[in-house]
Structure formats: structure tokens, C-alpha cells
């Protein structure tokens, strides 16, 4: 079969394998960001070096956009509501999971595959389940945002069994008609009193 990517983009993937197998995560998630950025700029018509303002906005935590606190809170409603369709809606197509934790990196459909049993499970009302979302920084302008933080993640079964966890993570977004997640980075498994310092 030929192999109708460009040469680019075997490039860049064969950088990332590497990076991948040699589990230099750190390097990895600069090396995706970066590319992620690319992709942003070509998305929003940002084809020349002219197009760029060089002017940005680092936004405190109070001055976050308004419509970027939505975002959580849509993605908090659907996984509590097991509306596995509205979830998905809020990555980007070509999202990018990255699990520190297993040293790994796949497209997010992967990673919503895995998940979509969890989902069914809520909206048939065999487990509830919600998420919740803390944060330590969030950085944006009014088209891009990276927020870094916690997240706690519950679900109880029918018998009362909760399997609920914290993560650090970080998410990057982009927004065009809409907020994205274009990559979400799972570093780490977090403590309860690491979750209650964000607070």
C-alpha cells in the first residue's frame, strides 16, 4: 500500500515515537504542544508569520474567560449525566490523550472507546459517576487556554463500590466556535490533600 502521508508528517510522528519508547514524557508533551500550536494557527487561517499578533495575555485565574469555565462545567454535567456523545463533542477530533502514568500517547477516540462503558453505564443508572475540576494555573488569551490542575473522578455502582480517583493533568484548548480540548495530558495520580490544597 503506498503511504500517502508527507514526508512531514512521518517525521514528525517518528520524533514522537521516539521520544515515546525512550519515556522522556516531558519532551513529548513540549514536542506535541508545539505541534498542537501549528495546527491552532493553520485552523484559524494563521498561514504567515504576519498573521501572528505577538501580543498575548496571560490571564490570571480570576480573569479566566467566562465561556472557558463553561467548558468544565459542560464537561462535568455530561460525565454525570452519562451523556457519552456531549463528552466526546468537547475534544477536538484529532485530540491527543497523554498518560504520564502508563507512558503513553493516542488519539483521543482511543481513549473515548475505553471509556464509553462507564458512560452507558451512568445513563442506564447502573453507577453514578461525576468529575470535578481544581486548578493551580490556567493561561489563555481568547483563543487558546492551558489549564493545569486536579480532577476528581467518582463512580459508585449499584452495591455502593466507589471508584473514584484524583489527577493531575493539564488541558490544552482551542477555541474556535467553541472551546476544544485538543490534548490532555493525565501526569499523575494526586493525594486528597494535594486536591484539598486547590481549594
Not at 462503558?117 to 451512568?122: R, V
Not at 490542575?149 to 482551542?174: M, P
Not at 493525594?191 to 481549594?199: F, H, M, N, Q, V
Request: charged content about 20%; some cysteine.
Amino acid at each position: 500500500m503506498v503511504n500517502e502521508q508527507p514526508p512531514e508528517f512521518i517525521s514528525y510522528h517518528a520524533i514522537l515515537e521516539t521520544l515515546i519508547r525512550q519515556g522522556n514524557i516531558h519532551s513529548a508533551m513540549k514536542y506535541i504542544t508545539l505541534l498542537l500550536f501549528v495546527v491552532a494557527l493553520s485552523a484559524a487561517g494563521c498561514t504567515e508569520p504576519s498573521d501572528v499578533s505577538t501580543e498575548t495575555t496571560a490571564y490570571t485565574y480570576a480573569s479566566t474567560p467566562t465561556d472557558l469555565d463553561a467548558y468544565w462545567a459542560e464537561a462535568s454535567r455530561t460525565v454525570r449525566e452519562g451523556d457519552f456523545e456531549g463528552y466526546a463533542a468537547t475534544y477536538h477530533e484529532d485530540a491527543v490523550l497523554v498518560s504520564g502514568m502508563n507512558s503513553s500517547s493516542y488519539p483521543i477516540s482511543q481513549a473515548l472507546s475505553g471509556w464509553k462503558e462507564g458512560f452507558d453505564l451512568t445513563a442506564s443508572g447502573k453507577q453514578t459517576s461525576d468529575v470535578e475540576f481544581r486548578f493551580s494555573q490556567r493561561l489563555s488569551d481568547a483563543n487558546t487556554a492551558h489549564d493545569t490542575g486536579i480532577f476528581h473522578y467518582t463512580a459508585k455502582d449499584s452495591t455502593g463500590v466507589d471508584s473514584g480517583y484524583y489527577i493531575h493533568f493539564e488541558g490544552l484548548l482551542f477555541n474556535k466556535n467553541g472551546w476544544k480540548m485538543m490534548m490532555e495530558y493525565q501526569k499523575s495520580p494526586a493525594t486528597l490533600e494535594e486536591w484539598e490544597a486547590l481549594k
